[in-house]
């Protein structure tokens, strides 16, 4: 894997990358935590694609990804995702579908060539997936799709909170 996977602790509105991903609830029409952050940070022209996207598909079924500028962002786009809300009796299809919102995401960065994009804390927060089982299904995914080429040079997991920041510097060195 030639590409550089890497923690920081910060906000991800901030980072001047090709794109950073969003963790987006279906509607795509906003919401709180990262998303509502983007959303004001973005501005009205993520919201104006978004209705869009809305008006063609319907939204964004779990799993899946889609992509809009980041209007006044320093990034250039952002790939919105839609995590799953957790429940245990099916956690195995919870990590399945979580793992989706990362290679989805970057499916979408490898189709339009970016090299650099970043991640929130996808479903760990109202959505309760558990923080330290989500970190692992992030790592191994993001690791997993890096196997295969393409142009992607960075990915960043950007954790708001200390918390997740040390939990993902934790997995990132014992799958090192």
């Given at each position: ?78 790939i ?78 950007v ?15 014992e799958?090192?």
């Amino acid at each position: 894997m030639s590409a550089t996977v890497k923690v920081i602790k910060g906000d991800i509105t901030q980072l001047d990358v090709d794109a950073i991903v969003n963790a987006a609830n279906a509607s795509l029409m906003g919401g709180g935590g990262v998303d509502g952050a983007i959303h004001r940070a973005g501005g009205p022209a993520i919201l104006e694609e978004c209705r869009a996207i809305r008006a063609r598909q319907g939204g964004c079924d779990t799993g899946k990804a889609v992509i809009t500028t980041a209007g006044n962002m320093p990034s250039t786009y952002v790939i919105h995702t839609v995590g799953p809300v957790w429940r245990e009796a099916v956690s195995l299809e919870m990590d399945r579908l979580l793992a989706n919102c990362y290679t989805n995401s970057l499916a979408i960065a490898k189709s339009k060539n970016l090299k650099r994009i970043a991640f929130p804390n996808i479903s760990t927060g109202v959505y309760h997936f558990p923080k330290t089982r989500a970190a692992k299904v992030a790592i191994e995914a993001v690791r997993q799709f890096l196997e295969t080429p393409s142009e992607i040079e960075e990915v960043i997991f950007v954790c708001f909170d200390e918390e997740n920041y040390d939990l993902y510097a934790e997995k990132l060195n014992e799958q090192a």
